[in-house]
């Protein structure tokens, strides 16, 4: 049934799955008729095909998570938007003189989706397709500060918080006041946090359809507080960009 310009069991399904998402991927049908305010019997049925296509898993407990059938269209998309994007790294990687990447939040980690490399012979390498752990990344803290702190607490009970150095943030509590600060002044440094003598800067593209994040990193001896002061601005114009590519994609 055709719902305005849409198609209203399409438009259904689309928000189960973004609903199920935003409560962490692992949902009872109550939480998503609270969500949704969908009847329950529509639900259900909705649920039934998402399962039977592999969209979705039902567990022994009786709950739903996303299934394996979105990992393939998730990577197909992630290749997608790092091909659009890379134009917009390259120029940013040749303004600022650093190595520039686009990562997105996939299966409570932050996956490098684009990379353009700095032109230096020293300079950061991260491949295409990496996954790291959100809590000690630049790329990482940009997109979970872009989920609620529930969604947030959920994904470090599932992957915790192992340091990569002793500058790691350990602890859940500082992880929130971190996600504070990230959303009061639009960006995120990583300061030797995933690996010593390396600093990032890092902000959020807006309204991509998973949290994306635009970075830039190299040697803290060139990634210092001025160079942050130059490539902060650079790196939401950019940002922009990409988002604007997105919509029109």
Not at 40 to 45: E, F, G, N
Not at 158 to 179: F, H
Not at 192 to 206: K, L
């Amino acid at each position: 049934m055709a719902n305005g310009s849409g198609v209203q069991s399409v438009d259904r399904v689309i928000d189960l799955l973004e609903i199920m998402t935003d409560l962490g991927g692992d949902v009872a049908l109550n939480e998503i008729a609270a969500a949704s305010q969908l009847p329950l019997p529509t639900i259900h049925r909705l649920m039934r095909t998402l399962v039977m296509r592999g969209y979705a898993r039902q567990l022994p407990s009786r709950r739903y998570t996303l299934g394996p059938r979105l990992i393939r269209l998730g990577e197909s998309a992630g290749r997608q938007l790092g091909a659009g994007a890379r134009p917009h790294l390259e120029r940013l990687a040749g303004e600022l003189g650093e190595t520039a990447n686009l990562a997105m939040i996939d299966r409570d980690m932050a996956v490098y989706v684009a990379q353009a490399a700095s032109r230096h012979s020293m300079r950061m390498f991260t491949e295409v397709g990496r996954r790291v752990y959100c809590h000690c990344t630049g790329v990482g803290k940009v997109v979970l500060s872009q989920l609620p702190d529930k969604t947030i607490r959920e994904i470090i009970g599932r992957v915790g918080m192992q340091p990569a150095t002793d500058q790691s943030i350990t602890s859940l509590d500082a992880l929130l006041k971190e996600m504070e600060r990230i959303r009061e002044r639009g960006y995120a440094v990583d300061d030797g946090e995933q690996e010593i003598g390396v600093r990032c800067y890092a902000v959020p593209v807006p309204d991509a359809p998973t949290p994306t994040a635009l970075s830039v990193s190299g040697p803290a001896i060139r990634v210092t507080d001025d160079f942050g002061e130059t490539a902060v601005p650079m790196l939401h114009s950019v940002a922009r960009d990409i988002a604007q590519e997105l919509l029109s994609a």
